[in-house]
């Protein structure tokens, strides 16, 4: 994925930083609709659509989604999840 340690590091804290504008303006919506979805307003969406087409914010939406999927259908069953090694 081309991400390396410090990327990963820096995202778990939510230090968006190092990261483009369009970067952040998805990870900031990414996070909103991962953590309170159901407070995503107008000007969230208006947000991300500064960057991205309408089709790239549904791509953005659905893959949040799946990822989110995939971590409450994991976690609670204990399954590992396989992830591509970290480039150092």
């Known amino acids: 994925m081309g991400l390396t340690a410090e990327d990963w590091n ?3 804290r939510a230090d968006y930083s190092r990261y483009t504008e ?6 900031i919506y990414a996070e909103k609709l991962t953590r309170t979805p ?3 307003t107008d000007g969230d ?12 914010v549904v791509d953005l939406n659905l893959l949040v ?3 989110n999927l995939t971590n409450r259908f994991t ?3 204990g399954l590992e999840v396989e992830f591509p ?3 150092i």
């Open 10 to 12: 820096a995202l778990k």
């Open 22 to 27: 369009k970067e952040r303006a998805a990870l």
């Open 38 to 40: 159901h407070e995503i």
């Open 45 to 56: 969406v208006g947000s991300v659509k500064k960057h991205f087409s309408d089709a790239e």
């Open 65 to 67: 989604g799946v990822a």
């Open 75 to 77: 976690d609670p069953l």
């Open 85 to 87: 090694e970290e480039k």
